[in-house]
């Protein structure tokens, strides 16, 4: 770097300074018992030979946006979900909304909005344990869409 600047460490955005959303049917939960959530785009490519060109091209093709999280087993409302799909046929979509807002940042609050949500994977409907370890679930599925009302801002040293 011929400025010497650098990242400032009060830039590194605390991961527990985060709130979580999901709407299920039209009610809008606060998700307090939620302990980690990762959302991803999975971006797929695919091969481009080229005549005359020994080097084999990559061209994004598809996307698919998937969700993780693990919450302290406290609500039953991913059991209403499975219990609608057992009834219905028809699993209900939701939204999960995840903000990050570190205040010793520079940079801001990032919201992400991930719509049209459905579960994948095994949902846990009850458990026990003998030796006394927190009830925890883990959720996760994949979405249609997302939205970013709330971004980021760039440092001004980058």
């Known amino acids: 770097m011929s ?13 527990h300074r985060a709130e979580c959303f999901v709407t299920i049917n039209g009610t ?3 998700m307090l018992m939620a302990k980690e959530f990762e959302g991803k785009a999975q971006v797929n490519t695919r091969e481009v030979p080229r005549l005359g060109n020994i080097v ?7 996307l698919v946006l998937a969700f993780s999280m693990t919450i302290y087993k406290c609500t039953e409302i991913f059991d209403d979900v499975i219990e609608e799909f057992i009834r219905t046929g028809v699993m209900p979509p939701f939204t ?6 570190d205040q010793a940042s520079s940079v801001g609050r990032s919201t992400k909005i991930y719509n049209d949500c459905v579960l994948d994977g095994d949902v846990l409907l009850s458990m026990f344990n003998a030796e006394g ?3 925890e679930q883990s959720i ?4 249609d869409s997302i939205a970013r009302p709330e971004k980021y801002t760039n440092p001004t040293y980058m």
């Open 3 to 15: 400025d010497g600047a650098m990242m400032k460490a009060g830039d590194a955005v605390s991961a």
């Open 56 to 62: 084999i091209g990559h061209k994004a093709d598809t």
């Open 28 to 30: 809008r939960y606060s």
């Open 133 to 135: 370890d927190f009830v």
């Open 140 to 143: 996760g599925g994949f979405c």
């Open 96 to 101: 999960i909304q995840t903000s990050n807002d």
